[in-house]
C-alpha cells in the first residue's frame, strides 16, 4: 500500500471552500513546475491543464486532512514573510529571489487570505492550519531546495500582529515606496483592493461612511494611508522586522532582505538575482525601462499620505544607521 507521503506528493492545496457551515479545502497537483510566476494564481493556471487536474473530480480534502497530511512531507523551512503596500517592488523581489534553485517563492497565495480572513475556525484552529498549509506550499520537491519565502498580500499588514504570533522567531519584512508613484500606478490599473467594496472596506479599518464621503481616486490614497498606518505600527513594537524602501534602490531592496533574513546565496545566484532587476517583474522576457505612468497627474489630496510616508522614512533612515 502506498504511504500518505508518495500518494500526496506534489500536491498543494489552493482553495478554501466553506459550504452549509462545513470547510473543505480544494487541492491541485503541481507536478514539477516551480513557483517562477509573478504570482502563484499564474503558476496555478498552468498545473490546471496537467491530466491530474483535468478528470472530472477534484481532490477535496477535510481541514483535519490536511493538517494530518502535511505532517507526512518533508519541507523546507519559512525564512521570511515579505509584507508590502502594493506597486513597491515587491514582485521583483520575488522574482529575483525566485531566480535562486536553493529557494521556493510564494507569491500572493490566496489559500493564505483565505485561511487569515476565515471566520470558520478558532484562534488556536486558525494557527495550526495556517502553519500546515505553508509547510504543503514549501514541500521540499528538489534536494537543493532549503529556503521558503512568502510574499503576502497588501492587505495582510492587517494581521501581523497575529501572523507574530504564530512565527515568533520568521523575520518580517516591510517594503514600501513614494505614495504618489504608488498610487499614479493605481491611477493606471487599480489592483483589486483599490476598488472600493471589492474588498470589505472593513478589512482596511474603513467605514462604509467614509467610502461613501471620497471620490474613487480618493479611496484609494485612503487605503495607502491605512497601509502606511500598519507599517509604522508594527514597526514600532516588533524586534524582528526591517524596512525596506523602493525609493533606495532595487537592488539594495534585494541585498539588505537577504543579509536580513540571514541565508547565504552563492556569487553565482546573487548575479543571477541582480540580472533579473533589468527586466520588468512581470514579465522576464522584457527589458524594464521605466514606469510609463511617473508623470501622470494626481488630482488628490497627498497630505495625510505624505506625512506618514516621512514617518517611514525616517525610521527607515533610522534603521540604516543601525
Request: hydrophobic residues 40%.
Amino acid at each position: 500500500m502506498e504511504s500518505i507521503q508518495h500518494l500526496i506528493s506534489n500536491w498543494i492545496p489552493i482553495k478554501l471552500i466553506e459550504k452549509e457551515n462545513e470547510v473543505y479545502f480544494e487541492w491541485l497537483y503541481f507536478s514539477d513546475i516551480p513557483f517562477a510566476d509573478p504570482f502563484f494564481e499564474e503558476t496555478i493556471a498552468k498545473c490546471r491543464s496537467h491530466s491530474y487536474n483535468s478528470k472530472p473530480f477534484k481532490l477535496i480534502s477535510t481541514a483535519e486532512n490536511l493538517i494530518e497530511w502535511s505532517k507526512k512531507l518533508e519541507f523546507v523551512p519559512l525564512k521570511g514573510l515579505v509584507f508590502h503596500v502594493s506597486r513597491c517592488g515587491s514582485t521583483m523581489l520575488s522574482q529575483c529571489l525566485a531566480t535562486s534553485s536553493e529557494s521556493i517563492v510564494v507569491s500572493e497565495a490566496p489559500i493564505v487570505d483565505q485561511i487569515l480572513r476565515s471566520d470558520a475556525f478558532d484562534a488556536d484552529t486558525k494557527s495550526v492550519l495556517l502553519k500546515s498549509v505553508i509547510r504543503l506550499l514549501g514541500q521540499k520537491r528538489s534536494p537543493e531546495q532549503k529556503n521558503l519565502i512568502i510574499k503576502l498580500d497588501a492587505w495582510s499588514i492587517f494581521e501581523a500582529s497575529y501572523l507574530r504570533s504564530v512565527f515568533p522567531k520568521i523575520p518580517f519584512a516591510l517594503l514600501y515606496r513614494n505614495p504618489g508613484e504608488v498610487l499614479r500606478s493605481h491611477q493606471k490599473m487599480a489592483g483589486m483592493h483599490m476598488i472600493p467594496n471589492l474588498i470589505p472596506s472593513s478589512v482596511f479599518g474603513i467605514t462604509s461612511k467614509e467610502v461613501q464621503e471620497v471620490s474613487f481616486q480618493q479611496y484609494q490614497a485612503l487605503v495607502l494611508e491605512k497601509y502606511f498606518q500598519g507599517f509604522l505600527h508594527f514597526y514600532e513594537k516588533d524586534s524582528n522586522v526591517i524596512l525596506l524602501n523602493y525609493n533606495d534602490g532595487m537592488k539594495n531592496v534585494v541585498e539588505r532582505f537577504i543579509a536580513f533574513i540571514n541565508v547565504k546565496f552563492s556569487e553565482i545566484e546573487l548575479n543571477g538575482m541582480l540580472e533579473r532587476l533589468k527586466k520588468h517583474s512581470k514579465n522576464e522576457n522584457t527589458v524594464f525601462i521605466g514606469d510609463s505612468y511617473k508623470d501622470d497627474i494626481l488630482s488628490i489630496n497627498l497630505n495625510e499620505v505624505n506625512l506618514l510616508h516621512e514617518k517611514l522614512n525616517a525610521n527607515f533612515i533610522e534603521d540604516l544607521a543601525r
